[in-house]
């Protein structure tokens, strides 16, 4: 047994009657020639009004398939179990005549790289205004090429009647980002996930294309899914964060909590990994998390960080046993370490070595 | 656009001039217009007269600029064996070859993308199996055989089973003697389009599954299907029209080799095209013939290779910029 | 895109004068995501550090390749149909039930003109001969021409190729102008001028014979694709790091191309050469069919069937099967075999 069900909402929340997205226990596995990827191992959290909640992991962490499961955009090969509940209902369990209603409208995706993203032969407006059009089929012409520009300037694109007609490869990497944003939000949705938003941009970027996702929220109120493999941008952006580890949750809870009361090693190690630019930064070396991921096929027994776990006790019981995902001080803080508490005094400097020793 | 273009164009100049030159020489090292006269009696007496009256007694590079100047001129000289004017021989004949091309490409393209797209959709259905296999059959037949098979089991076999008077469908030739309705016409169009729609077929579709494939597992395809797009909308609309592309200028590279390269189905089915004509007059070693012939298919091949370059900026948003 | 790239374009030329564009286009972006893939099979996995320009170890790809050959359960198939073709042509000799040019008599005479049947399988034609003895020493011929012609344009078109690749530059701008020249005239009609041509006269002071001739017309004419596809490996490998730090360690370009860059060309051009294989096949037998390739008395397929047209419609039809048959099962298994090697080198191809 890894993770149990219910995660309390933020404080000052009503518990669970704003959670816009609920996922339960949800299990997501692909069968390959070399045997089968268990990409996701059993994750469950709630999503709210209003908030950014951020998905932190590396590659091969099981962040973006959970996503597009939420979407219902993996391949039919691949077999789900679990809950994925919108407003209450769910969405493992729907139609696909259903989903395509919700797909884009009230569930909608920012993906990264949004030149291979993007459709090179129709132009921005095009693909914007297909977005309106499915949802909206009774909408003129007109309004929907009006509605096309005003969303393009909504997340800051410069000259948007001349620009909505221009193709992606005419565009710089900001610029097509932010209309996978446009695009993302043409109907309003409830729900927004952005997979990677930034990754394959320069960090002046960067800030800017946050800043639009910031800003969307201010107009739409939805609840927004980050899902990014740097901590730095999450730590700008995220009310809440969720750590996960080979298809796991490794911690979750604010992100005051992740940053300032780390309770797993990985998280610490992310952290430690992270340059410091300050006066106190001098003599220390970057923290490297040694190993590499696990294998998704053959994950390893018991913890699956313990491999690569600065405080791990070998070989019981983090070789041995599943870490429950268990509550810390705060009520939404939950961390899965057998031994969470002892890293209540360790800060990420603690993992930097000094040069010289 | 424009200036790409005619860049294109104009680079094709110098590739039909050496060429020509190519062709010149080559044709002058494996032809011998002499050929016939060296078999009579008084050859030894006879030949040199011929070889000047023919200009061969000429250096090499004489003989191509004044052949080069009377081609450009449209003096393409006379037919040893038909003493018919060469150029309306050429022009008659690329009629009749055009036909068949035009109908077996219409044909062919609407087969292989159908096949493609559903073999891409429904990728490893039965039917995915079935079409691979039968693309493959196509893509390892000689096409003779096939020409022969075909006029054997459909020409043959029905007219001997339902002891017809006539075949249903003809073997030989543009149409019947004294028939020259449209349906005369479909009869005999029949199998030499079938023919040279095998080839085609196999290698496009083939082609265009697999650029569907490929399109299908763009990153774009998943963002219209996250837009709430129904999968056969995002098939046809966002897959087919980006799968399109490179199939287009395959398509016409291929086109543009076609001809000069229906000399099997021409032979076979009587059908009096530029095959025809090129078989006919390499046998009878009317070289006069042979030399337009050549330089007529290579301008259409250099030709459909440029309008393969262009298609391909237009139909490609990324490519018209540069 | 690697099928948006402009070069493959170049190579749809390529073999829109013997096969289809297709065919050839695949082909060379083989060769380009084969050279990628070289890259992705190096270093550990994500996080491995600097694997992008290590030089492959030459013996765990040739295992990785095996193990996904033989998952291929056709391709392992046609390549036993193909050893068993090439076996039954060596020993054709041996195996024939009749002799190939039995004498016309009475006896001989008696059988002729039948179709199939337990005394002959293949049936027999006017004469009286055995189809099955004749189909089987005309493979013999016609399996000769493909895997002579493969390996003749192989050897030439990787010379070729691996200078313009490597050398770059002019040289290779001469060298690709030289073999698009090939691209310009349909390739048929060349063939067959040629052979016109160069029949009976002595090359290189040898008289060749049909088949030799027609081995050395139809290398001429592919050894371009060959050239092609490993002169695009080429271009990518030389990117690479590998071949920097050979060059800087003051080895020379000769031993470059062949040491290093070679052993990394060996998947793409294994795949051209067994599909040459079967093209060369399919333009012997059309020449001979025509006439302008293998000539009687030896026999190919291609030639049984220009004698055997005219048996078309009539109760000898059968003489017209079997022929094409051979050529058809032969040419498969060579397609077969060339598609499950290129799976085998290539797994990211879409399949």
Known sequence: ?357 | MLTYVVRRIALSIPVIVVASMLVFGFTQATTDPLARLRQSRDAARLIPAERHRLGLDRPLVVQYTSWAKDFVKGDWGESFISRRDVKTEIFDKLGKTIQLIIWGVLFSALVAIAVGVYSAARQYSALDYTFTGLSFVGLSMPVFWFALMSIQFLVFVPKNLFHLNQPILYSVGLHSATDHSLLDYIRHLVLPVLTLSVQLVAGWSRYERSSMLDVMSSDYIRTARAKGVRRSRVLLKHGLRNALIPLTTVMAVDIGGLFGGLIITETIFGWPGMGRLFFDALLSGDTNILLPWLMVTAVFIIGFNLLADVLYGVLDPRIRVS | ?351
Not at chain 3, 104 to 122: E, I, V, Y
């Open chain 3, 1 to 351: 895109m690697a099928i948006s790239d402009r070069d493959g374009l170049e190579a749809a030329r390529a073999a829109a004068t013997v096969g289809s564009g297709a065919q050839a286009l695949v082909a060379e972006q083989t060769a380009e995501r084969y050279a990628k893939s070289l890259e992705v099979d190096l270093g550990g996995g994500p996080a491995g550090p600097g694997g992008r320009d290590r030089e492959p170890a030459a013996r765990s790809q040739w295992q990785l390749f095996w193990r996904r050959f033989f998952k291929h359960k056709l391709a392992v198939a046609a390549g036993a149909v193909l050893i068993l073709l090439y076996l039954l042509a060596i020993f054709a000799p041996q195996i024939a039930p009749y002799k190939l040019n039995p004498n016309l008599d009475a006896k001989t005479l008696l059988d002729a003109r039948h179709g199939p049947s337990m005394k002959h399988w293949f049936g027999t034609d006017e004469l009286g001969r055995d189809q099955l003895t004749r189909v089987l020493y005309a493979g013999r011929i016609s399996l000769l021409v493909g895997l002579c012609v493969a390996l003749v344009s192989t050897l030439l078109g990787t010379a070729v190729g691996a200078v313009a690749g490597y050398f770059g530059g002019w040289v290779d701008q001469i060298l690709m102008r030289f073999t698009d020249l090939f691209l310009v005239v349909p390739a048929l009609a060349v063939l067959m001028m040629a052979q016109k041509g160069l029949a009976g006269k002595p090359i290189l002071g040898h008289r060749l014979s049909s088949t030799n001739l027609i081995i050395l017309i139809l290398s001429f004419l592919f050894w371009q694709t060959i050239a092609r596809v490993v002169r695009g490996v080429f271009l990518s490998l030389k990117e690479k790091e590998f071949v920097e730090a050979a060059r800087a360690s003051g080895a020379s370009s000769f031993r470059i191309i062949t040491r290093h860059m070679l052993p990394n060309t060996v998947g793409p051009i294994a795949v051209n050469t067994t599909l040459v294989v079967g093209l060369a096949i399919l333009t012997e037998s059309t020449l001979s069919f025509l006439g302008f390739g293998v000539q009687p008395p030896t026999v190919s397929w291609g030639n049984m069937l220009a004698q055997s047209e005219g048996a078309v419609g009539t109760n000898l039809a059968y003489l017209v099967y079997f022929p094409g048959l051979a050529i058809l099962v032969t040419v498969l298994a060579v397609n077969f075999l060339g598609d499950g090697m290129r799976d085998a080198f290539d797994p990211q191809s879409t399949h």
């Open chain 1, 1 to 357: 047994m890894t993770t149990d069900a219910r995660l309390l909402p933020p404080e000052g929340r009503a518990p669970d009657s704003s959670a816009v997205l609920s996922v339960r226990d949800l299990h997501v596995s692909f069968p390959t020639d070399d045997g089968m990827v268990k990409a996701v191992d059993g994750v469950s959290y709630d999503v709210f009004e209003n908030e950014v909640l951020g998905i932190v992991g590396e590659s091969g962490s099981g962040k973006s398939v959970s996503s597009l499961a939420i979407l219902g955009l993996l391949p039919k090969s691949a077999h789900i179990t679990g809950e994925i509940l919108y407003r209450g209902q769910d969405l493992l369990a729907m139609r696909e005549k259903e989903k395509l209603r919700l797909r884009g409208s009230r569930l909608a995706m920012v993906f990264q790289d949004a030149l291979a993203a993007l459709n090179p032969v129709f132009t921005v407006g095009s693909q914007i205004a297909e977005a309106i059009e499915i949802h909206n089929p009774d909408m003129s012409d007109k309004d929907v090429r009006q509605r096309t520009i005003d969303l393009l300037d909504l997340v800051g694109i410069p000259n948007p009647s001349a620009r909505v007609d221009s193709y992606p490869h005419e565009f710089s990497g900001g610029m097509r980002q932010r209309t996978m944003i446009a695009m993302a939000i043409s109907n309003d949705p409830d729900v927004l996930i952005a997979d990677e938003p930034t990754t394959a941009l320069d960090v002046t970027i960067q800030a800017q294309v946050l800043e639009v996702i910031e800003r969307v929220q201010d107009r739409t109120n939805s609840a927004i899914v980050l899902i990014t493999h740097d901590l730095g941008v999450v730590a700008g952006v995220a009310d809440r964060v969720m750590v996960m580890y080979a298809g796991r949750p490794a911690e979750i809870g604010t992100v005051d909590e992740i940053f300032y009361e780390t309770r797993h090693p990985y998280t610490l190690g992310l952290m430690a990994a992270l340059p410091r630019l300050d006066e106190n930064a001098d003599g220390m070396r970057l923290h490297r998390i040694k190993g590499q991921p696990p294998s998704l096929i053959f994950v390893p027994p018991g913890c699956p960080f313990h491999p690569r776990c600065e405080f791990a006790r070998l070989p019981e019981p983090c070789a041995t046993a599943i870490p429950e995902f268990r509550g810390m001080e705060r009520p939404g803080h939950k961390a899965a370490c057998h031994f969470a508490e002892e890293l209540a005094d360790k800060n990420p400097d603690d993992l930097r070595p000094v040069v010289g020793s």
